[in-house]
């Protein structure tokens, strides 16, 4: 089964940046395509950032510029690097991972097959 834990979320000034780290276990990471998503209360779980295997990568358009999704395949890891933070962003952010070819990545939530418990992150203004 595999696991994915995130970590790196708090509170922070609007303006302000955060890291965020989802480790993988039980996985062979260099295998799967992995995102980040996001939701708040009452919404759906939206799409933030996307990388393939080959380390191609995807933004929705309310974080491109902001945002930079980076992964280890020796750390098993994946980082979303979140700059700028505006308090729209505000949200329980979820890594996601999806057994994939080589050059794919996935924008759609019922796309991946594994998910982490979530890291609140909470811009104040």
């Known amino acids: 089964q595999v696991q994915l834990e995130e970590s790196g979320g708090g509170l922070v000034q609007a303006g302000g940046s955060l890291r965020l780290s989802c480790a993988a276990s039980?996985?062979?990471?260099?295998?799967?395509?992995m995102g980040w998503f996001r939701q708040v209360p009452g919404k759906e779980r939206e799409f933030v950032a996307a990388?393939?295997?080959?380390?191609?990568?995807n933004y929705a358009d309310s974080v491109k510029g902001r945002f930079t999704i980076s992964r280890d395949n020796v750390k098993n890891a994946v980082a979303l690097q979140m700059y700028s933070l505006k308090p729209e962003d505000t949200a329980v952010y979820y890594c996601?991972?999806?057994?994939?070819?080589?050059?794919?990545?996935?924008?759609?939530?019922?796309?991946?097959?594994?998910w982490g418990q979530g890291t609140q992150v909470t811009v104040s203004s």
């Open positions: 039980r996985v062979t990471f260099s295998s799967f395509a």
């Open positions: 996601a991972a999806k057994f994939s070819g080589y050059f794919y990545y996935y924008v759609e939530e019922g796309d991946y097959e594994y």
């Open positions: 990388i393939s295997r080959s380390g191609s990568t």
